[in-house]
């Protein structure tokens, strides 16, 4: 095995470990931490296969900002120490969902490439913006414009029109509660972000 | 051109840089430290520290190694509710970043560890990092003022880094490329108007303001030091820090100010070049002549960022974020814009 192949292999492993732990961590904040884990070790292995941009934009979005997202909106709305009781009724169905799928991927993987040996070529960040914004120019400026509309819509959802709903004073507790209850409903962590982050968005598109 | 860190052993290069890298980090950090003590001192009509020396030489050079000794003998504390690991472990979370950011900085013609293709990329993306120790010192402190400043640097450090990538993405785009270096080179061949040697400071002036402004808000450097406030929420994140892992905070905020105006000096200011259109000698008295140039840039900056320290009162926390979402992110954007249309427009 030379360094790079040894260096993958303890990506993966950590990153594996990492995830598992996502899943299992008897505290949300602590699963969100080891999804930094795991994430970062995903943006290694990307930098092992020459994918240098991807790796940096995987640091720049999911680490810098989705976690950052996620943990903000934990602590906004309730930040408990210490293990708690994940009233989640659902778990071995999960369990037989992601061991499924998991063992779906690895067949179809394994199927497809087999033991073929792949080179890997770094790619230059000026060949990656002729792709991206010359050839592909037109799907990628769709996709924008579906993020900008979801964004604006995601706004005139959270914002409260004037003379609708409660007053903003007695709403304050209202809606934490409001907030604390989806929070307490779905399981994984990246659903719970949901409430969090909308209620970041709030507060900054609103002031 | 090549690192002049590079050797034939790959092991002993990169054992190089990281050891230059690590000692940088402490030195610069202790340098602007002491500057900023005593410039400050000044411009408030005090001495600053004047006794703690290194040998023959007062006037407190010696202050910060002082303090750093008193720091490693202090008790490290860990509050009996808080979360252990998450607490010990914050501070060295927050730090790295930082130190990592300085692998693709240009000192000086071939001073810098690694140029990087994407080298403005890595250095934005990393330091979108250090927000992460923050959350997690503050949640694992169990402490209500600590959890609300890190709520706060969250909230400051999401809207600031906007204006950051943007100022510098518009760099980017008039440089043609994302290297630090490359960005330094290609800036001290811009003419203006086709006569005027030029650094992207003078044509991009919004852009190295927005920058300037958002690196001192990124830093939590007076005024935008709302998460940090110590008359109303005693030092954030930072309350119930103790001894050498409290040291590591203040450490990264040094070494944040140095490695934040390093990347202005490289994007805005010239890099390693004393004025604009400027050449130096080849060979390791063009590297010196460079290295002395960017520090002596990092400093001017630096103790800019002090002298805005010493002059502005705090910012309230709403007045942060509506400056950043209505004034800095929209200038942003429109300085983009209107940089593309240039270079489109301009041969």
Same mark, same amino acid.
């Given at each position: 095995?030379?360094?790079?192949?040894?260096?993958?292999?303890? *990506?993966?492993?950590?990153?594996?470990?990492?995830?598992?732990?996502?899943?299992?961590?008897?505290?949300?904040?602590?699963?969100?931490?080891?999804?930094?884990?795991?994430?970062?070790?995903?943006?290694?292995?990307?930098?092992?296969?020459?994918?240098?941009?991807?790796?940096? =934009? %995987?640091?720049?979005?999911?680490?810098?900002?989705?976690?950052?997202?996620?943990?903000? $909106?934990?602590?906004?709305?309730?930040?408990?120490?210490?293990?708690?009781?994940?009233?989640?009724?659902?778990?071995?169905?999960?369990?037989?969902?992601?061991?499924?799928?998991?063992?779906?991927?690895?067949?179809?993987? /394994? *199927?497809?490439?087999?033991?073929?040996?792949?080179?890997?070529?770094?790619?230059? /960040?000026?060949?990656?913006?002729?792709?991206?914004?010359?050839?592909?120019?037109?799907?990628?400026?769709?996709?924008?414009?579906?993020?900008?509309?979801?964004?604006?819509?995601?706004?005139?959802?959270?914002?409260?029109?004037? +003379?609708?709903?409660?007053?903003?004073?007695?709403?304050?507790?209202?809606?934490?509660?409001?907030?604390?209850?989806?929070?307490?409903?779905?399981?994984?962590?990246?659903?719970?972000?949901?409430?969090?982050?909308?209620?970041?968005?709030?507060?900054?598109?609103?002031? | 051109?090549?690192?002049?860190?590079?050797?034939?052993?790959?092991?002993?290069?990169?054992?190089?840089?990281?050891?230059?890298?690590?000692?940088?980090?402490?030195?610069?950090?202790?340098?602007? $430290?002491?500057?900023?003590?005593?410039?400050?001192?000044?411009?408030?009509?005090?001495?600053?520290?004047?006794?703690?020396?290194?040998?023959?030489?007062?006037?407190?050079?010696?202050?910060?190694? =002082?303090?750093?000794?008193?720091?490693?003998?202090?008790?490290?504390?860990?509050?009996?509710?808080?979360?252990?690991?998450?607490?010990?472990?914050?501070?060295?979370?927050?730090?790295?970043?930082?130190?990592?950011?300085?692998? &693709?900085?240009?000192?000086?013609? $071939?001073?810098?560890?690694?140029?990087?293709?994407?080298?403005?990329?890595?250095?934005?993306?990393?330091?979108?990092?250090?927000?992460?120790?923050?959350?997690?010192? +503050?949640?694992?402190?169990?402490?209500?003022?600590?959890?609300?400043?890190?709520?706060?640097?969250?909230?400051?450090?999401?809207?600031?880094?906007?204006?950051?990538?943007?100022?510098?993405?518009?760099?980017?785009?008039?440089?043609?490329?994302?290297?630090?270096?490359?960005?330094?080179?290609?800036?001290?061949?811009?003419?203006?108007?086709?006569?005027?040697?030029?650094?992207?400071?003078?044509? %991009?002036?919004?852009?190295?303001?927005?920058?300037?402004?958002?690196?001192?808000?990124?830093?939590?450097?007076?005024?935008?030091?709302?998460?940090? *406030?110590?008359?109303?929420?005693?030092?954030?994140?930072?309350?119930?820090?103790?001894?050498?892992?409290?040291?590591?905070?203040?450490?990264?905020?040094? *070494?944040?100010?140095?490695?934040?105006?390093?990347?202005?000096?490289?994007?805005?200011?010239? $890099?390693?070049?004393?004025?604009?259109?400027?050449?130096?000698?080849? +060979?390791?008295?063009?590297?010196?002549?460079?290295?002395?140039?960017?520090?002596?840039?990092?400093?001017?900056?630096?103790?800019?960022?002090?002298?805005?320290?010493?002059?502005?009162?705090?910012?309230?926390?709403?007045?942060? %974020?509506?400056?950043?979402?209505?004034?800095?992110?929209?200038?942003?954007?429109? %300085?983009?814009? &209107?940089? =593309?249309?240039?270079?489109?427009?301009?041969?």
């Amino acid at each position: 095995m030379s360094i790079p192949d040894l260096f993958m292999l303890g *990506a993966f492993v950590l990153g594996g470990a990492a995830a598992l732990l996502v899943v299992t961590a008897r505290n949300v904040v602590h699963a969100a931490l080891y999804l930094v884990i795991a994430l970062v070790a995903v943006a290694a292995s990307f930098l092992w296969m020459g994918a240098e941009f991807l790796a940096w =934009a %995987q640091v720049l979005v999911y680490v810098g900002a989705v976690v950052v997202l996620i943990l903000f $909106g934990l602590m906004l709305t309730r930040a408990p120490i210490g293990p708690m009781a994940q009233h989640n009724e659902n778990r071995k169905f999960a369990v037989a969902v992601s061991g499924g799928l998991f063992v779906l991927l690895v067949t179809v993987i /394994v *199927a497809t490439f087999g033991d073929a040996t792949v080179d890997v070529t770094p790619v230059r /960040v000026a060949d990656l913006g002729e792709v991206l914004y010359v050839q592909w120019a037109f799907p990628f400026m769709v996709l924008g414009f579906l993020l900008t509309v979801s964004l604006i819509g995601a706004l005139v959802l959270a914002r409260r029109e004037e +003379g609708e709903g409660p007053l903003p004073d007695d709403t304050d507790e209202g809606s934490d509660q409001g907030l604390e209850d989806a929070a307490q409903e779905p399981g994984p962590s990246d659903v719970t972000s949901a409430p969090g982050a909308g209620d970041a968005g709030q507060q900054i598109g609103a002031p | 051109m090549e690192s002049i860190f590079t050797f034939d052993s790959l092991l002993f290069t990169v054992l190089v840089k990281v050891l230059v890298i690590v000692a940088f980090f402490f030195v610069a950090a202790l340098v602007v $430290g002491y500057l900023e003590h005593k410039v400050m001192g000044h411009m408030q009509d005090r001495t600053g520290p004047m006794e703690a020396g290194l040998g023959p030489v007062k006037h407190g050079v010696g202050q910060l190694v =002082a303090d750093g000794a008193k720091f490693l003998q202090k008790e490290d504390i860990i509050p009996r509710s808080a979360d252990p690991w998450v607490f010990a472990l914050a501070p060295g979370v927050a730090l790295v970043p930082t130190l990592t950011i300085l692998v &693709v900085i240009p000192f000086g013609p $071939g001073v810098w560890a690694e140029n990087l293709d994407l080298g403005l990329f890595f250095a934005l993306a990393a330091s979108g990092v250090t927000v992460i120790g923050v959350l997690m010192a +503050g949640w694992a402190s169990a402490n209500k003022f600590s959890l609300m400043g890190a709520i706060r640097d969250a909230a400051q450090l999401i809207a600031y880094e906007l204006p950051l990538v943007l100022a510098g993405a518009a760099v980017a785009l008039q440089a043609g490329t994302l290297s630090l270096v490359g960005i330094v080179e290609r800036q001290n061949e811009l003419l203006l108007f086709g006569a005027v040697p030029v650094w992207y400071g003078i044509p %991009q002036f919004v852009g190295l303001g927005l920058f300037f402004v958002a690196a001192m808000a990124e830093l939590n450097r007076p005024p935008f030091d709302m998460p940090i *406030a110590d008359s109303e929420i005693i030092a954030g994140h930072m309350t119930e820090y103790t001894g050498l892992r409290f040291a590591f905070f203040l450490l990264s905020e040094y *070494a944040g100010m140095v490695v934040l105006s390093a990347l202005a000096t490289v994007l805005f200011l010239g $890099g390693w070049y004393p004025w604009p259109g400027a050449e130096l000698p080849d +060979g390791p008295l063009g590297a010196v002549i460079g290295t002395v140039v960017t520090l002596a840039k990092i400093i001017i900056l630096t103790l800019l960022m002090t002298w805005a320290r010493a002059t502005f009162p705090r910012l309230r926390e709403d007045q942060l %974020q509506t400056m950043a979402w209505t004034i800095l992110i929209p200038l942003a954007l429109a %300085q983009i814009v &209107v940089i =593309a249309i240039v270079i489109v427009v301009l041969p």
